[in-house]
């Protein structure tokens, strides 16, 4: 029933301790043996989605800065690409040193920060990507970005979150991939988009796909695919929205999903 699977990455295919554990791996070999079509769906860059999706054995597309970007990992073609557009690049980067915000930007699938601080060196110390620091930002604003990330404390994300939407308008996406990250792409940016287009290059209906994720940027696949399944770990509003609530990212719940829906088990 089930041609097309998109998992998020942190805190749903990877375990506290940033593991795939053998229990998914295996599972995800027997997705794959079935003719399902695994992919990834994560808010990373490239760079950093592509290392785990090759441990894993994965070689087809996959939907990395939050939808804004779809690759191949066989020859890194470039299947899907939007940029955020330079003029509320141009309004966000004012607004982010009016306020001191921490802003960072992804230029040719690589990091940049306008100075290295806490922030920063705590971010890349979680996915291990690698940065670069330039004191001159305004001429990175101007260079074409899949994405940028402030981070910063979750409640005042949240309080400047509607700022940000009336500043920049209709043509960007903001979303929070964990507490402390508020992200804008695109307004095509978004893994439910992603997850249409894939699912339109591999000839499979929505109904045929399904989405699993544990945040809030992963409502918009969930809410897209034909089955939309929440990690036990994931936010109550994601859950809310669910067609199907699984076991924790702890608790082997990508295998799970597998297991009943892809290979017919209980």
Known sequence: MYKLMAIDIDDTLINDDKEVTPGVQEALEKAVAAGVVVTLATGRAYASAQAIARQTGLNVPIITYQGALVKNLLDEKVLYERYVPLDAAKKLYQYCIEHNLHLQTYVDDKLYAREENQKLIDYVGLNKTRYYIEPDFEKMIALPTPKFLIID???YLDEIAPVLRELLGDGVHITKSKPHFLEIM????TKGIALEFLAKHFGCEMSETIAIGDSWNDHEMLEAAGLGVAMGNAIA??????GYVTASNNEDGVKQVIDKFILGQE
């Open 237 to 242: 509003p994601l859950k809310e929205i669910a």
């Open 186 to 189: 695109h307004k095509e940016g």
């Open 153 to 155: 404390e979750p409640d």
